[in-house]
């Protein structure tokens, strides 16, 4: 069903969510935001309003524009909450079951309920309420939400199920309840997920990136926090905060997920890529004509490592703006170098030069090797890799979909090892503490950076294998 | 959204289901099943496959024709239980929310549910398992019996989980609800909507009308019992019974619902049809040239009318058999006459006759009128109307979608008042004795005629309008 | 692409033109007519519009309601003058590029063209063309007139161009051309494909069909007669005649072609079919329990035949009406029993009983085998078949798409050797000369009976094999 | 119908053709080949294939991977020869009447033609082949080349037509021509055009632009010549010119048209780009933090200005990578600032900086307005505009779809008052004779750069105002 052609991790969504006193057709508004989060997710979108007592929503594979063509959006009610999703491509579906938002009727009265993260004990959690009685109609981690928060509402006390949900939960999430009086914007304690809060006059937003909110003329006002449970309604905004917090954003969000105009954390994804770039020029000298990204998340990086050492930025390879979901598989013939479908070398920029190549990071290693093979046939003299982020070496069980290490070139090799397997003439990663450095807003800060290093917030990774041993 | 030209009730659905022990490919199966109940229901349609402990479905709007066009129905898995479903249009609908089967994770594992009828205490128990701490994602009623079945199943044993559900079900019911193992077919204690079984081989089938059987060859064995819980899994069949069983199936389905080829509760929808013309025939006397049906209900009744009197049968309207779900809204200039886009007039055998026009049933009263009046137009000297059942002086609860007084024509009027309205020389209905005796397979069967008669099963408009009052 | 589950012949088309003095949104009255002539075509459909000097048009391939779906008739211009068509299915398709009507720029301007009918001629006439210096961008015939219509344009004098190029086709044809001014109606000079004409104030229709003209409340004023090039311009209507008129319609238009409501040549086809079926039963006595037609096309007939022979008019097949262009291919274990998906026998109306089953024709037989088959596995004790019309003996050049003597089970058979091939108990053919008198307006009415009778206008025959010989 | 946010010209196309003497799957290859030019057109695409003495084809609106969805591929024939073609998108078009190759039968056979470019004299040569008795089936001028081939071959001699044809051909063309044995690539005497020549072992490529066959893996021979008529065939190729050769390539192409991967005319795009802005940051000094360029198209003419100022490269705009065909026009609270959708600020680099942004041309200049605009409110303290080319002065009347003076911003302004209007703080252009020497391959290299320095090739310019002027 959806393409890949790029070796990259993809588990991530998108939330947008408006609270408006005085906008109209805040579907559209919605859509407009749920455009500029496309990269975070491609395979589904969905928009819920909250009108009166009511919530109406409409949701279906695709991307934003498709999902919303023709006049679905002028069939969504007018109304004063609205919530947003998009979603990344899984394997096994052939329904929308699996879309967000979900919208359900619960204790007291309507919600919606989006989430980006990985809830890690969620199958226990599910086991668990089915044993009380509840049924699942889909796989989704959400539903598991869904039903705590309402199983621990106390009353019309929709705040307290939330508090009490949040507790339970295991693994990276930030999630968006809407009601029919308010928006609940909800962070896990280690900030694993991004989400960010902003105002326009009198009307609230909330955003997995602050793009969505730049886009729209809408001021940034703050990372809602690790631990936060922001609660927006006709008096405002209130915070509550939950237990243990302990600030773990993912690193990897910098490294590749989010779009280079977003700023995380209060931290410039672009300066810090472009910072990485930098400080690998510093610490790995390497004798070269010239310098250029795998294109387009590690360009950024790459003119850091111009700047750095001033070697020229000069392209190697061009990408095909047009890969869309209904491209048709390549035929056999075609396969083998399926990676020029979507890469073309700039023969002319490349021919007899000693190049180096600049990537966010190495994941399985399949596409690198492509991307190598094809330069050397273009004619590439040599061809030096500088990877602006560590060796991953362990799963990730809270985001991204690599569940395990044999999925993992790096997980038992080293950068030689490594650079004989895709054949370039030298392969360079940049060290767990630099990475964090260049990625921090403020001395002090803390992230996840357990892809590379192991440490995971909460043992997660103890925990995961554990239940699986049961 | 969807197109209703025709002043006709709707809100019938269609199931099918198979147990195989044998046959490859069940969703085709099912889909040529489905196909054949088409005619209840034209909004949307779903196929479930039971395999190992998982179940996978696809469901869509659409006929079936459309939501299973291209591969869709090769992405379903081979397994060895199916249920499919088709649905009835209803307003207010922008996504597939509600179409079925429904597919959910309970107590012991994977179920999918499917029915056709109305409960009409659905909002009671909802609330009342909201209370409880379920959430609802759709607002359809087999949400609630989905639920209920949870809620009351005990251990591994969802027998005694249906058997207590339908006790505290009110309204009309015929469901199927589809486990890893078995089929457990369902029809409430009045029997008020049909369902049938069959066998082919080692396979077993349930339906809502035999055409869909008869049509693949399967042998129709029997009709599912009012009150019957029939439960098919690997030690052949097995049926359990509710208590107060109360024979009353709903007369509407020969009348209308049913397709002509089906046979309901061992009497042939044909011969019922065919009888109330004759039947007709006798006791209303009309001097005329010719007799007419208005296709396609009403054809077979005519030619009941026709053979009891003597009088010739002559067509006096064709009917366009290209009216689409996607076709456009008349332009303002042809919606006085929408009639004609799908009905036109036999000139050639109508100029200066003397017309009994049979019809099944008046609701409204709309068409009729249009009919009427194209007719007259088209040079007929006398249009008298024959009605092949009483007249509809009572809403129906239970299943039609007319729940108010004030929507029928013939609520608060007799023969003549209506015929001044519709504007027919002579108007004659049916007595409902006569239509009971004509839809009998056996001396003492006994059915629901409520919209005609008011005689309610079980108390049901008492009830319902309790409840409203509250 | 397209479903064909009938063994019917098919290459009609149907047309529809307005020109109007004062009708708004012409493309949407022009929707409506070819609504009601889908049954002449449902493979593509378009419209085109004359507005001051500009034609702008659209086509596409599927249904009326498909084609047009969304808001494809608002982008079509306001303008005087229409022309939509709707054509059937033939094989070797990908694109639209046969669709009709075709639009032109010419010697005089802007055209657009539209035909129903077959050209015998057309592959000589094309090759000539060609050696002249034209270029063809599509196969369809109508192509090729177009060009012999410019060629003989002679200045602005376009009736002269039509006039001179119907002198050279050979075949049948009835077409339509709009210019920026006016509608040129033509009918070949045997009458071989119908074409009416009507009048609703001071607006000029042309359709293939009465019935659509009956639909929209239009006044049928007469048939264009064979041989005329009919003119509607501002001036009101003029009439051209061609050589050599010799009146032979095509008969099969009665049989099977036409919408049974409409008229053709001042003969009600209705009435045409009953009296066919009346007759029938004069001569061909058999000792039966119940008549009944296959439907839809034989139902009228099969009336007929009741009437007259006082047997009780019983249906033994139940059509399912949402077989639609999308339906799937049936899997293995369905193809045997295709007929099946679409009709279904009513097994109470058949079991143990002597049935005659009235159809319209036979051609190739397989379908016939196939409802003898299922009737007699549903129970019928004897199954005779009456068919109204005579044995089909002969390819027709001219309409239908049987062009060669193998394909046709009557070819070199007899009545009592189709018998044995399609399992009946006996079958029996309308003599020539009875059809041709049920379907007679006036007496000394002729008809092109060739398929029957072997007796081709203009020695079609004897000219095609020779040419293919060549 | 077709989105087009940018202040770019377009009128496009591209044309890719294979002559293959073992090539399997012709119709995938051809596939592949018009997804790399997609960026020349993204309104329709189509594939014809020639096989034995046949050519089928399918095309459709959409972009490539839209129009060959599903199955379409696979229902084109195998085959030796084929040829496929993208387009771009124009204002009136309600059909696929527009979309190539256009497919013919004329005097020698089938043909298939595409074609890239503007005939100046189409409706002169319509006119005079309508009069001599063809007729025009669509708007495009490539109907008219076809007409003008067909009408000067001689006998079975399509060259000679070939040779003929373009001797009456004004204005820009690069096309090819199939045939059931050939292959004719054709570029007009003065190159306008972009055509490239490729093999791969036995097989033979034409091809709009190189990055199509580097991706195919196809080596790239050489440039079809201006003027010359390149026959392929299975003597292999012959080459035939015309008179007056006067070589005058489309400077724009290096400008913005052609994907920066590609080497037109021996002369490397991106190099051309990167020189581009070399040059200009050794002519226009100006005193600023850092260089940006606007996303995609002058990203490389960017960093050459940075390569050559010294001055570091930091993107301030991040563009949305799924701007697609089916996006909703904004609704009017948006439509102000409908860049943003397109185009969003990279605050944190900007705030309070002095920034150079490189653009590669300025049109209309509205789009460059609202950049500056978007930029300055987010905190820019100086927004400096180099553009890497010329002030576009004059029409394109043989390309691009800007064809009156007053679509023109600086046809009669200079660089401050365009500044003035666009809100830059310095707007500076690069000179005609500049931009020649970075776009040159060889000394002496001559172009067509009429919209800027006003000199059309064949005096275009007056021979277009002459006819309007009739």
């Known amino acids: 069903m959806c393409m890949n052609f790029e070796d990259k991790p993809k588990d991530e969504c998108g939330i947008f969510a408006i609270y408006s ?21 491609q395979e589904s979108a969905g928009i819920a309003i909250s009108y009166g ?4 929503y409409y949701k279906n594979t695709g991307l934003v524009s498709e999902v919303f063509a023709g006049d679905i959006l002028k069939e969504l009610p007018e109304g004063d909450i609205a919530l947003g999703h998009v979603r990344y491509c899984t394997k096994d579906e052939v329904s929308v079951v699996n879309a967000q938002p979900i919208v359900y009727h619960g204790k ?24 009380e009685g509840v049924i699942f109609q889909s796989n989704i981690d959400l539903e598991v939400i869904a039903n705590l928060i309402n199983k621990y509402t106390e009353g019309e006390n929709v705040i307290i199920g939330v508090k009490k ?32 809060f902003g105002t326009h006059f009198d009307d609230y937003y909330v955003s997995s990136e602050s793009c969505a909110l730049d886009s729209l003329g809408v001021d940034v006002e703050r990372d809602v926090a690790p631990g936060e449970i922001l609660v927006i309604n006709n008096e405002g905004t209130k915070s509550y905060y939950m237990d243990n917090i302990e600030r773990r954003p993912c690193i990897f969000e910098y490294v590749y997920t989010a779009r280079a105009d977003s700023v995380i954390d209060e931290r410039s994804v672009y300066k810090a890529r472009f910072e990485c770039g930098r400080r690998l020029a510093e610490k790995i000298k390497i004798d070269a004509d010239m310098v250029a990204g795998v294109p387009d998340s590690a360009v950024v990086a790459a003119r850091g490592y111009a700047a750095g050492s001033g070697i020229p930025y000069i392209d190697v390879l061009e990408k095909n703006r047009y890969v869309g979901r209904t491209f048709i598989q390549p035929t056999q013939a075609f396969r083998e170098n399926s990676v020029k479908i979507k890469l073309n070398v700039h023969k002319a920029n490349v021919q007899g030069k000693r190049i180096i190549l600049v990537d966010d990071s190495i994941v399985r290693g399949t596409t690198s090797k492509k991307i190598v093979d094809i330069l050397k046939k273009a004619g590439a003299k040599e061809v030096h890799m500088v990877i602006a982020s560590p060796i991953v070496k362990h799963p990730c069980y809270t985001g991204i979909d690599i569940e395990t290490y044999d999925q993992l070139i790096g997980a038992y090799r080293n950068e030689s090892e490594i650079s004989k397997i895709i054949g370039t003439d030298s392969l360079h990663f940049m060290d767990v503490e630099d990475l964090i450095d260049c990625c ?16 995971y917030p909460d043992n997660i990774e103890e925990k995961v294998l554990k239940r699986k041993g049961d």
Chains 1, 2, 3, 4 share one sequence.
């Open 108 to 131: 007291c009265g309507d919600f919606a309920l989006a989430m980006n993260g990985k809830i890690t004990n969620a199958d226990e959690l599910r086991k668990s309420l089915v044993k």
């Open 21 to 41: 006193a005085t906008t109209q057709d805040l579907a559209s508004t919605c859509y407009y935001g749920l455009y500029q989060l496309q990269h975070r997710g």
């Open 165 to 196: 949900a949040v507790e339970v939960l295991e693994g990276s999430f930030a999630f968006v309840l809407i009601t029919s009086t308010s928006v609940i914007a909800v962070r896990d304690r280690f900030g694993l997920r991004p989400l960010v």
């Open 440 to 455: 921090k807003a403020h001395a002090g800060d803390t992230f996840c950076a357990a892809c590379f290093d192991g440490k």
């Open 53 to 56: 007592n009511d919530i109406k």
